[in-house]
C-alpha cells in the first residue's frame, strides 16, 4: 500500500480535529471509530473481507503500513472470522495517539503543549495545512449536496464519521439537520462501511456483550442484579485511562 494516500483512520481523525481548538471531537466513539476505520481500509486494500456479520482475513500478506499491519496480524492470530463487534468493542488504548503521532510525523498536524488547571500537561494538534481537511471535507459535501453515489472510500468515510457522532461536529445546529441525515444515509454505499459502522454503533449501545454473557446471567437479580445492570456490559471496553497525561489529548 503505498503511502502517498490517506489511509481512512487518518482521514476521520482529521475531520474530528477542531482546527480552532486542536481537540478531537468525540474521542471515546473515536476510538471505535478509528478500529473500524482500520478493517475498512484493510478490506480496500484486499486482505479482509466480511464473512456475513463476521471479519475474515484472506490475504494475510503486510499492507507496508505498520499500524494496519499490526490489526491484520492479531485478526490473523485469531484463526478464524471474527465478529465485527467484538473485534471493534476490545481494549485499544493508545490508537488515537498513535494516529496523532504519526499525522505529526507525516507533518499534517504538530503538537502544542498545555496544561489542564494550569498543573497538568497536555498536548493538542493543529492542522498544519487546513486544506487537507477541507478537501476530506468537500467529498462528504459533495456526497451529500449531489446525491450521486460516492465512491466506496468516502462511503465508508461517511458511515464512520456518522457512527461516532461527528455529524453534529460537521454540520451543526438545526441548518444542518438535512445535511446529518443524508449522512446518516450514505451508509447503504459500501457494505464492508457499513457493516463496521454498524459494529461501532452496536459496541456503544452494549450489543457487543451479549453472546458473552453467562446462562445465569438472568434468574438471581436482587440487589446483585441491579448494581450488575448499572455497571458496563462485559465485551464493552471502560474508557481508557490516560495514565500519561503528559500527552495525552484534551476531550
Excluded: F
Excluded at 90 to 109: A, D, I, K, N
Aim: some cysteine; charged content about 20%; aromatic content about 2%.
Amino acid at each position: 500500500m503505498g503511502r502517498s494516500r490517506r489511509t481512512l483512520p487518518e482521514e476521520l481523525l482529521l475531520l474530528a480535529l477542531d482546527p480552532a481548538t486542536g481537540t478531537t471531537a468525540q474521542p471515546q466513539s473515536l476510538d471505535l471509530g478509528l478500529a473500524g476505520a482500520q478493517l475498512v481500509e484493510l478490506a480496500l486494500a484486499g486482505r479482509i473481507a466480511p464473512d456475513g456479520d463476521r471479519i475474515a482475513v484472506v490475504v494475510p500478506r503486510p499492507t507496508g503500513d505498520p499500524t494496519l499491519d499490526c490489526a491484520l496480524e492479531l485478526l490473523r492470530r485469531r484463526g478464524a472470522p471474527v465478529r465485527a463487534v467484538h473485534w471493534i468493542g476490545g481494549p485499544r488504548l493508545g490508537l488515537r495517539q498513535t494516529y496523532l503521532s504519526h499525522l505529526e510525523r507525516c507533518g499534517m498536524v504538530h503538537a502544542v503543549a498545555g496544561q489542564m488547571c494550569g498543573v497538568l500537561p497536555t498536548t493538542r494538534y493543529q492542522a498544519t495545512d487546513n486544506e487537507i481537511s477541507r478537501e476530506i471535507r468537500a467529498r462528504l459535501d459533495s456526497a451529500i449536496r449531489t446525491g450521486v453515489p460516492p465512491d466506496p472510500r468516502t462511503a465508508a468515510l461517511a458511515a464512520l464519521a456518522h457512527a461516532v457522532g461527528l455529524g453534529k461536529h460537521l454540520y451543526p445546529g438545526n441548518e444542518g439537520r438535512s445535511s446529518r441525515s443524508r449522512l446518516r444515509d450514505l451508509i447503504r454505499h459500501d457494505p464492508m462501511g457499513g457493516l463496521v459502522a454498524h459494529a461501532v454503533m452496536d459496541v456503544q449501545n452494549g450489543a457487543g456483550a451479549q453472546p458473552r454473557r453467562g446462562p445465569a446471567a438472568t434468574g438471581r437479580q436482587g440487589a446483585a442484579g441491579a448494581r450488575s445492570a448499572a455497571e458496563p456490559a462485559r465485551g464493552v471496553p471502560m474508557q481508557p485511562h490516560r495514565g500519561s497525561m503528559a500527552r495525552a489529548v484534551a476531550h
